[in-house]
Every structure is written in structure tokens, then in C-alpha cells.
């Protein structure tokens, strides 16, 4: 497989980088500084700006997501690199206490750790990830997501069962 890297100086990537969001969907918000392209997605449209990010504007490398807990809801940030200095931070919010949202696995490959990471540490689940099972955690018994501002430290509770 040939990569061919994004052309253009710095300026002109970022640039056309955002009118590519822009005129393919509809974003909630969008902005760029710096060596940064900023955009906000409704959780339902993250595949479709992820596939446009990747085929068509060529941006080949995911970095990492993450994950914030807001009590209520979480923030989904995905960090894209263009291989030449450019960001794309693409960042959406899943309302509700049982989070799902659609893998990206088949646009990124580099997902499939992250999305099952974010699975283990918070219970974000993936809809269609081709292995979506814990990391860090146990399999058996333990149903617990150590991230979750809600997840209570107690050894007799959290271990009970498992010695």
C-alpha cells in the first residue's frame, strides 16, 4: 500500500481540512488554531466525519481516544494526525448511563485498542466492534469500570467472590 501525505503547507492543510467538514456535514461546531482543526459532532455522524477525515481529505493516522465522565454523559475525543504536523481533535458527547456508539474500526484500525480500552475503563460500548472485551480488567465476575467517577473503592465490595 502506498501513503501518500497530505500536500500543502501547514496553513493551507488546516484550512482545507475544515471546509472538508464543512461542506460534507453538518458539525455543531468547527474551528482551527494553531496546528489544530477542532470539530464537534452529533454521536450519530462520528463514522461518516471519520470516513471523510481518512478517504477523502487523507488523513491516515488515529492516535488515541478518549474519555471523559461527566456524571451523566461522556466526552468522546478522537485525535487524528495527518503524518505532517496537522491535528484533528473530533470530539461528541454520549448522553445517558449505558454509553453506545458506533466502532470506527473498519475506518481506523488503530481504534480497536483504544475502543476496547474505553469499554473496559468506562463501560463505553462499541456497536459492531469486531472484539469488544476487557484489557486491563478480568473477564469473570467483575463488572466494575475503575474510570467512572461513580466506581467505589472498596475492597470487600469490588473483590467479594473472587479469592
Known amino acids: 500500500m502506498a501513503v501518500t501525505l497530505p500536500e500543502g503547507n501547514l496553513e493551507t492543510r488546516l484550512s482545507r481540512y475544515l471546509d472538508g467538514f464543512n461542506n460534507r456535514h453538518g458539525l455543531e461546531e468547527s474551528s482551527a488554531e494553531g496546528n489544530l482543526v477542532l470539530i464537534v459532532v452529533k454521536p450519530q455522524d462520528l463514522p461518516a466525519v471519520l470516513a471523510t477525515a481518512r478517504e477523502t481529505l487523507g488523513i491516515l493516522h488515529l492516535s488515541f481516544i478518549t474519555v471523559v ?7 468522546l475525543t478522537y485525535e487524528l494526525l495527518d503524518l505532517r504536523g496537522a491535528q484533528v481533535r473530533v470530539k461528541t458527547t454520549l448522553e445517558g448511563e449505558e454509553p453506545v456508539i458506533d466502532t470506527v474500526t473498519g475506518i481506523y484500525p488503530t481504534a480497536n485498542w483504544h475502543e476496547r480500552e474505553a469499554y473496559d475503563m468506562f463501560g463505553v460500548a462499541f456497536k459492531g466492534h469486531p472484539d469488544l472485551r476487557r484489557l486491563y480488567m478480568w473477564q469473570d465476575h467483575f463488572d466494575h469500570h475503575p474510570l467512572l467517577k461513580s466506581f ?7 473483590f467479594e467472590g473472587l479469592r
Open 69 to 75: 465522565d461527566r456524571q451523566g454523559s461522556f466526552e
Open 152 to 158: 467505589e473503592i472498596s475492597t470487600k465490595r469490588t
